[in-house]
T-cell receptor, first 115, second 113 residues
Framework: EAGVAQSPRYKIIEKRQSVAFWCNPISGHATLYWYQQILGQGPKLLIQFQNNGVVDDSQLPKDRFSAERLKGVDSTLKIQPAKLEDSAVYLC?????????????FGPGTRLTVL | DAKTTQPNSMESNEEEPVHLPCNHSTISGTDYIHWYRQLPSQGPEYVIHGLTSNVNNRMASLAIAEDRKSSTLILHRATLRDAAVYYCILRPVYGGSQGNLIFGKGTKLSVKP
């Protein structure tokens, strides 16, 4: 089966610019996650969707980050305006269910560099 | 959140078994023990998970201590492709936001030819 797709793979922007990332989860997966991974650290959850509803966005910096999942399939994550500390890899993951016994499948990530 | 403790790094020789330890002394009875790994420049991938009993799959084995306060991920024959960061994660059974993966820094495994 096809895996989680993400684009772009790399993005370089200047601070205060805007950027958007796209994710296409595995077909049929109801749960979608966005993670931020800063160099040398483990991924940190930003937001979790169940279909097109938000389950957890407690760690999303809502003053600059936004995410949506229209029609419960694809998702976009936006940063506006970007800061230097947003330089990281942004990972999208999906799961057939949000329960603890179900594994998450991760995409390759988008590496963002903010200059 | 329940926490796990893993060594920062480990080394192994190719084709030898590898035992990756994880301590989770504050684990609750409803926490699953999950292992993920992250190869260089890739997203994490699921390895194995268990609750109380030891588990085997095509990738690895998971040995869980009787008191559940520690576990060991066993790679039976390490290959160069197994060089990765291995994360041990406790995940509450409830799901929803309580069932989210909370990644630590993991153990960086190096495999020597």
């Amino acid at each position: 089966e096809a895996g989680v797709a993400q684009s772009p793979r790399y993005k370089i922007i200047e601070k205060r610019q805007s950027v958007a990332f796209w994710c296409n989860p595995i077909s049929g997966h109801a749960t979608l996650y966005w993670y931020q991974q800063i160099l040398g650290q483990g991924p940190k959850l930003l937001i979790q969707f169940q279909n097109n509803g938000v389950v957890d966005d407690s760690q999303l910096p809502k003053d600059r980050f936004s995410a949506e999942r229209l029609k419960g399939v694809d998702s976009t994550l936006k940063i506006q305006p970007a800061k230097l500390e947003d330089s990281a890899v942004y990972l999208c993951a999906s799961s057939s269910s949000g329960t603890a016994s179900h594994e998450q499948f991760f995409g390759p990530g988008t590496r963002l560099t903010v200059l | 959140d329940a926490k796990t403790t893993q060594p920062n790094s480990m080394e192994s020789n190719e084709e030898e078994p590898v035992h990756l330890p994880c301590n989770h002394s504050t684990i609750s009875g409803t926490d699953y023990i999950h292992w993920y790994r992250q190869l260089p420049s890739q997203g994490p991938e699921y390895v194995i998970h268990g609750l109380t009993s030891n588990v085997n799959n095509r990738m690895a084995s998971l040995a869980i201590a009787e008191d559940r306060k520690s576990s060991t991920l066993i790679l039976h024959r390490a290959t160069l492709r197994d060089a990765a960061v291995y994360y041990c994660i406790l995940r509450p059974v409830y799901g929803g936001s309580q069932g989210n993966l909370i990644f630590g820094k993991g153990t960086k495994l190096s495999v020597k030819p």
